[in-house]
């Protein structure tokens, strides 16, 4: 673990990733604003192009992709930039307009980050001298006015920033005082459980690992948002629809909510709810992404009319800053849930948008879905059993009880056959988008389930709901449990080592909680706890990764 000198708050601010430069691409910045600055000294100023020219985020992105796509050609030197940079400020300029130009050259390209180009303070003012005409220059009044209005924001800025590493040092202290056993049987250190009844407990139980360093943190990351960049995953979650109709219809059927409003959309991916919100009648939609699949969105929109109605920002929503004349959003937008409802992490980010964004104290913003609910069941299936559990005990006549022991470690995301009988479920956690927190997401909850026949426990299922509630007219729950439709998200199984024969009457007790991983925080570390009075007892830890 590390010590409490080596958690330094300004060590983990994250800074903007190296970005190879636009007029030297073998030369690699330490951040976007670095290689701006580079094309500022080339004659090539961002901010007065962007004032000049009245770029929009469209043009913007085809810009740096043309030039982009100049400098990659066979022939190219540096020496050339200056001819470069002089035909594209002189010459034609729908020679970069074209909309092929919206589709990455680098994937993951830091110029592309949407909000980059516009941070004036970190690329350096623009000297307009020779750009405009003392007629053109802002009175002074205007200026102040200006300052003001940018001094809120940065003081708006700052408050989010401290309540977010108050958030993270909290998470930090807890996570250092938990103990879990993740690779041995060893008995793990618990709460009194004191009473049987449902009740959620402070801490899940954790075991000190090495905490993720920095570098791995961005790695962990990098890959996350890379993973959502093909359009694999987004042909899945589409086709899903248990989950897209599931959106279009809470959103279109309740127009009441979205008329002249705005929204913002947190990892917007295809733009599909951007577009479902649009047709509700929202105002403007503010679509935010991290991933490169935010250009296929934009192309989306600009095909089916919708450009002038969605802002799209390339950026983790946690740096992102309003457009110009949008002081804050009215409805929040985001389907976050993954395995389990708490995998990949993605809440946190969305509560991060709510608490930035959104009016404080009052009952007309909505972060939608605004409830949702995680079940756990018992389940019996003895084929299921024999071909994930029984079978590593004979392989072509050769005991592989260790990978047995290997399979046993890890939650299993499938759909459950129909077949399956289950136990009453009970809810191990609700979330109301309304007033959760953070912190509030690692949560371990005391159960009870009483066996109302002869039942043989193969193991567990966990499985949620989300709805579309707070003054819907048209509520809409989409669900995930094993006896609905079934969903991309499956359900989350966790087998026991030995079926559990248990009869009427017979009443299973524990715990059930997830927390964030430690090395990954969009890992998710799970804690299953049983007891059956004399008949069985065992503590079992789960890694989803």
């Not at 060590?11 to 903007?16: A, I, P, R, S, Y």
């Not at 909309?99 to 350096?124: H, M, R, W």
């Not at 899940?204 to 959502?228: D, L």
């Not at 007790?509 to 890992?523: A, K, L, N, P, W």
């Amino acid at each position: 673990m590390m010590n409490d000198s080596e958690w330094d708050d300004a060590d983990w601010v994250e800074e903007g990733p190296p970005c190879p430069g636009l007029f030297e691409p073998s030369k690699v910045f330490p951040s976007a604003e670095e290689c701006w600055r580079d094309a500022k000294d080339r004659k090539f100023d961002i901010l007065k192009i962007r004032k000049e020219w009245k770029l929009n985020t469209y043009n913007y992105v085809k810009l740096v992709n043309f030039l982009r796509t100049q400098t990659k050609k066979e022939g190219y030197t540096v020496e050339g930039a200056a001819d470069l940079i002089q035909s594209v400020l002189t010459g034609d300029r729908a020679i970069w307009q074209d909309d092929a130009f919206l589709q990455p050259v680098l994937a993951d390209d830091p110029l592309l980050c949407t909000n980059t180009y516009e941070k004036e303070s970190e690329i350096g003012e623009s000297d307009d001298s020779d750009w405009s005409s003392d007629d053109d220059e802002i009175p002074v009044e205007e200026n102040a006015e200006v300052l003001q209005k940018k001094l809120k924001a940065a003081l708006k800025e700052l408050k989010t920033t401290k309540m977010a590493l108050e958030e993270a040092s909290s998470i930090v202290n807890k996570l250092r005082k938990v103990n879990l056993s993740l690779l041995d049987d060893s008995e793990p250190t618990k709460k009194n459980s004191g009473s049987s009844s449902s009740s959620e407990t402070d801490a899940v139980v954790a075991r000190e690992v090495p905490a993720a360093t920095k570098e791995q943190f961005m790695s962990y990351e990098k890959g996350y948002f890379g993973a959502y960049a093909h359009w694999g995953i987004h042909d899945t979650m589409l086709k899903d629809t248990t989950r897209t109709d599931g959106y279009r219809d809470a959103i279109i059927q309740n127009p009441n909510l979205f008329k002249d409003k705005i929204v913002m959309d947190v990892g917007c991916g295809t733009g599909i709810l951007s577009f479902f919100a649009v047709a509700a009648g929202a105002k403007k939609v503010i679509a935010v992404d991290n991933s490169d699949i935010i250009f296929a969105a934009m192309q989306n929109a600009k095909d089916n009319g919708l450009e002038d109605k969605i802002i799209f920002i390339r950026s983790k929503v946690e740096l992102v800053e309003l457009p110009q004349g949008i002081d804050h959003v009215d409805i929040i937008i985001s389907e976050w849930m993954g395995y389990c409802l708490f995998f990949e992490c993605m809440l946190p980010s969305v509560l991060v948008a709510r608490d930035k964004f959104c009016l404080p104290n009052t009952q007309t913003n909505h972060v939608f879905p605004d409830k949702a609910r995680l079940y756990l069941s018992a389940f019996e299936h003895e084929s299921f059993y024999q071909n994930k559990i029984k079978c590593w005990e004979n392989v072509y006549g050769y005991s592989m009880n260790t990978l047995k022991k290997a399979v046993l470690k890890e939650p299993h995301v499938l759909t459950l056959p129909e077949s399956a009988r289950l136990s009453e479920a009970v809810i191990t956690k609700e979330v109301d988008m309304n007033d959760v927190s953070i912190v509030d997401l690692d949560f371990l909850t005391e159960f009870k389930m009483t066996i109302d026949s002869d039942f043989t426990v193969h193991g567990f299922v966990a499985y949620f709901d989300v709805g579309f509630e707070r003054d819907c007219t048209n509520v809409v729950v989409i669900p995930t449990g094993p006896k609905t439709t079934s969903t991309h998200w499956e359900q989350t199984v966790f087998c026991l080592e030995e079926p559990l024969k248990l009869v009427a009457g017979d009443v299973i007790v524990g715990t059930f909680g997830t927390r964030r991983g430690i090395e990954s925080h969009r890992d998710l570390a799970i804690t299953l706890n049983i007891e059956v009075a004399g008949k069985y007892k065992k503590d079992h830890h789960f890694n989803l990764v």
